[in-house]
């Protein structure tokens, strides 16, 4: 409009302030009764006669109710509520009426220009017959008006608009709630649910619109950052109103109905009951809630969610007072929210209360003037409300003891006025003259005063984001506990801020004054906050067969040790070099052992301490038997690999082994400094949406990867000396060496790893009783791989012995013309060809030259 008129809207300071009141009258083409105070009385007659009686007071100096009026006696501004629309609580209405009302203005006789001709663009500097706007009580046509504010460089003060997102920057500036927003009153349920120890496990219902998804944005936020666990489930509600749940498909697209079936009520509920979540903070939109909250009712009795669960109504509306329906009835019951406490309600009896006595003194003019006001004329239509002469100094009602209180929105509305007239003389005072509409909203930004709404009235900076908005501590709030079967409302606790002192959020203290009541009729808080969900421990069967399997795999390696140490004396078991068979079975052991680390959890009683300690030896267990086999296969294939250099005379252990104990101790003391500085701890992960949980072994620390790294560089190059020395050892005979056994057991391990590394990240998280036995059959794949393809040969060979079958084959020492001579036929070296008799020396020729052993090359250790 401004920048279309050129209107300026200057205060002057010899004249009196004009103001536009919005207010709900109507709600879908009925009356908008009020919520608390007299339910006959229309809210927006109520607003009105609140907002006639504040510029009655301001323009007066009566400081009965607001003590900083006496301060204003030197200010010559007044105010007048100049016309009054109706907002129709949920649509743009109100924009079309002030449009309209400014229209009318100035294309009005007294402001064309002296050409007949003129047009409304030639309209210049004008002086628009407007100062300030109050209203509206609701956040929906509170938008529209903000640009209209803005447009009109007027001010506009609203009684109740709770928004977080609203127009920014410049148009942002122009506008104040006396009424907290969104999130500040977040902070306040949350601080209470805080009090009521429901401090864990909550979960928000919320409808999937701007109101429902900013009233669930605060709820995060601020649960968020008191770091309390909560989830949150989103219900849509159609254009009718409805549940999605009642739409059929033959009103939507099957895919449209599809979508919303997935959203609907019930299936928003479902979601809440499989989280296990059991305090519920409930979001309604007010124009929805006649519909959505019976749906609500029902899907909770639907899944036995009334007993045992506490729920809290983020905002009161008229629709948390129904009680429709015995599924609504019992919805309610037990159930809470916030309303603030104006001083009206703490005044106490009718004739005590300085509110009350000045609304109750109002007389018959003033009762006339609230019906010329009254933007609904027709008495045939919704939103007429005749007020009597003697309506106000008329008492209380047998059959309604609230009969003509003022609805409790009221005090917002009669400060909201009080601001505007504060903030006028305020920026008078500064500018000396005029005062434009920017610095009256500046000043409006700065007023600081009791109200009738209770607590200081005192807004946000005009450059905060959120500027403009009333702290929510700054007022006086009741708990409300909506009483089970029927019975009424009960005030638990109040929360009285501290006006001599800096708002403080750390300092929110409830005062209880009576015990609140749940659901069940009792005033013990419903426990636990959350339902059990399922935590997968091990089945005992599962575990049963995990040990059973390990216990063989234990068994063979202690039986195979025992044969080798019953036969040791054996010509192929002595060959074998029965000391390091003896290592390798240990280590085998030792690796089967580690499935122990995966057998146990809470399931058997086992305390997180005994679990942290079990998981860090499954490291212990795998890495150091690892170690242990491979060094005993190495030191075992590398001493005949020496023996058969002819490079000493007698090649002992300690004379090969040296490597592998250097990288056995390596791997110890990477293991040591591992489980100092980051340990493996018995942690159970939680689905913070069903509940249900599953332990295992990890690192909280992410340090672990440095000591992991090491590790494997170790074991892989304990591999690759295995691997070499098996290669050098090729031809060697079987009864000496495993050469090409030991190659099928490097690739057979090799392929489990390569098989078992998906499958262990693909399962880690899974349910324990799926992926348990496939954990263990991988582990136990290593050492069942060991003693296989090491003493399986062994075996054989033993047993073709016993047999007298001989499977003789050329190796080293005949191969390219190479004979050793010398050593008798029943040395166990029985791949040689013996061409003397027993005292006679070793000969070795090749290609016509030959040796004695006494000649150069060192006798044969036949104690091999």
């Known amino acids: 409009v401004a920048p279309q008129c050129s209107v300026v809207a200057d205060l002057p300071t010899n004249q009196h302030c004009p103001i536009y009141l919005f207010a709900p009258f109507t709600r879908n083409g009925t009356r908008m009764t009020g919520f608390l105070g007299d339910r006959d009385l229309i809210r927006g007659v109520s607003y009105t006669a609140a907002a006639l009686l504040a510029t009655k007071h301001f323009n007066e100096r009566n400081s009965s109710l607001i003590p900083e009026l006496e301060d204003v006696g030197d200010c010559n501004v007044t105010l007048e509520i100049d016309k009054v629309f109706d907002t129709e609580y949920d649509s743009h209405q109100s924009l079309r009426n002030v449009w309209n009302s400014l229209l009318q203005w100035a294309l009005s006789p007294e402001n064309q220009t002296e050409s007949e001709s003129s047009s409304i663009n030639n309209t210049t500097q004008q002086q628009i017959p407007l100062c300030a706007i109050v209203g509206p009580a609701n956040d929906f046509p509170a938008q529209d008006l903000n640009s209209i504010a803005f447009a009109a460089n007027v001010p506009m003060v609203s009684p109740y608009r709770t928004r977080i997102v609203r127009d920014r920057s410049r148009k942002q500036r122009m506008s104040a709630s006396v009424y907290p927003d969104l999130l500040e009153i977040a902070v306040l349920v949350v601080s209470y649910l805080q009090h009521l120890k429901r401090n864990e496990f909550v979960a928000i219902l919320y409808p999937f619109s701007d109101m429902g998804l900013q009233k669930h944005q605060s709820l995060s936020v601020v649960l968020e950052d008191q770091g309390i666990t909560h989830s949150s489930s989103v ?78 109504f983020f905002e009161p509306t008229e629709w948390t007072m129904m009680f429709d329906s015995d599924n609504l009835a019992k919805l309610l019951g037990g159930g809470g929210f916030l309303i603030p406490i104006s001083n009206q309600m703490l005044g106490g009896a009718r004739t005590t209360d300085p509110i009350t006595v000045s609304w109750t003194e109002q007389d018959a003019a003033f009762a006339r003037r609230v019906n010329e006001l009254n933007p609904i004329q027709n008495s045939s239509k919704a939103g ?84 403009g908005t009333r702290p929510g501590i700054s007022l006086n709030w009741a708990a409300t506990n909506i009483l089970p079967n029927k019975t009424g409302l009960n005030v638990p606790a109040l929360f009285f801020p501290d006006n001599s002192v800096e708002l403080d959020y750390s300092q929110i203290i409830w005062v209880d004054v009576h015990d609140y009541v749940f659901a069940d009729d009792t005033t013990v808080p419903p426990y636990p906050l959350r339902t059990p969900g399922d935590q997968h421990y091990l089945p005992s069967s599962f575990r049963a067969i995990g040990l059973a399997i390990m216990s063989v795999s234990i068994l063979a390696a202690v039986v195979l040790a025992g044969w080798v140490y019953l036969y040791r004396n054996h010509r192929i078991l002595k060959a074998s070099q029965p000391n390091l068979l003896y290592v390798v079975c240990a280590g085998t052991i030792l690796q089967s052992s580690s499935v122990v680390t995966l057998s146990f959890d809470e399931g058997v009683g086992w305390t997180e301490d005994q679990l942290n300690r079990l998981c860090n030896f499954l490291p212990w267990l795998l890495a150091t038997g690892s170690m242990v086999v491979t060094g005993a296969l190495y030191t075992k294939l590398w001493r005949v690999h020496k023996i058969l250099q002819f490079s000493r005379v007698r090649v002992k252990l300690s004379h090969i082994a040296l490597p592998m104990l250097f990288m056995i101790v390596a791997t110890m003391v990477i293991l040591a400094l591992q489980t100092a500085f980051a340990p493996l701890n018995w942690v159970r992960q939680e689905d913070v949406l069903t509940g249900d949980s599953i332990g295992s072994c990890k690192s909280t620390d992410a340090g672990i990867k440095v000591w992991l790294v090491p590790l494997l560089l170790v074991d892989l190059a304990a591999t690759g000396l295995l691997t070499y020395a098996a290669y050098k050892t090729r031809d060697v005979d079987k009864a000496y060496s495993e050469s090409s056994w030991i190659f099928a057991l490097l690739c057979t391990q090799f392929e489990i790893v390569l098989i078992g590394i998906p499958i262990v990240l693909r399962l880690h998280d899974a349910d324990p009783s799926n992926n348990y036995l496939v954990f263990i059959l991988l582990l136990l794949a290593f050492p069942a791989s060991t003693l296989t393809l090491i003493f399986g040969p062994k075996l054989k060979y033993w047993l073709d012995d016993i047999r007298g079958i001989d499977e003789d084959a050329p190796k080293r020492g005949q191969l390219a013309g190479v004979r050793v001579t010398g050593v008798p036929s029943q040395s166990p070296l029985s791949g040689f060809t013996s061409t003397q008799n027993e005292s006679a020396p070793i000969r070795v020729e090749q290609n016509g030259s030959s040796a004695e052993a006494g000649s150069g090359l060192p006798a044969v250790d036949e104690s091999l």
């Open 235 to 312: 219900y849509v509600v159609d254009f009718d109103g409805r549940s999605s749940s009642s739409s059929s498909s033959s009103d939507l697209g099957s895919a449209a109905a599809d979508l919303l079936q997935a959203r609907s009520i019930e299936t928003a509920v479902q979601r809440i009951y499989e989280s296990g979540y059991r305090t519920v903070i409930v979001v309604v939109d007010d124009e929805e809630g006649e519909f959505a909250l019976p749906a609500i009712a029902d899907a909770v009795d639907k899944y036995g969610m009334n007993e045992g669960y506490f729920y809290m």
């Open 384 to 467: 007429f409300q005749l007020v009597e002469d003697d309506f106000f100094r008329q008492g209380p009602r047998e059959d309604n003891p609230n009969f003509n209180l003022p609805e409790y929105l009221s005090g917002f509305v009669y400060d909201a006025v009080i601001s505007v007239g504060l903030g006028a003389c305020a920026a008078a005072r500064i500018q000396g003259g005029s005062v434009s509409g920017l610095d009256h909203a500046k000043s409006i930004r700065e007023v600081d005063f009791v109200g009738w709404s209770g607590g200081r009235v005192k807004f946000g900076k005009p450059e905060l984001e959120r500027g």
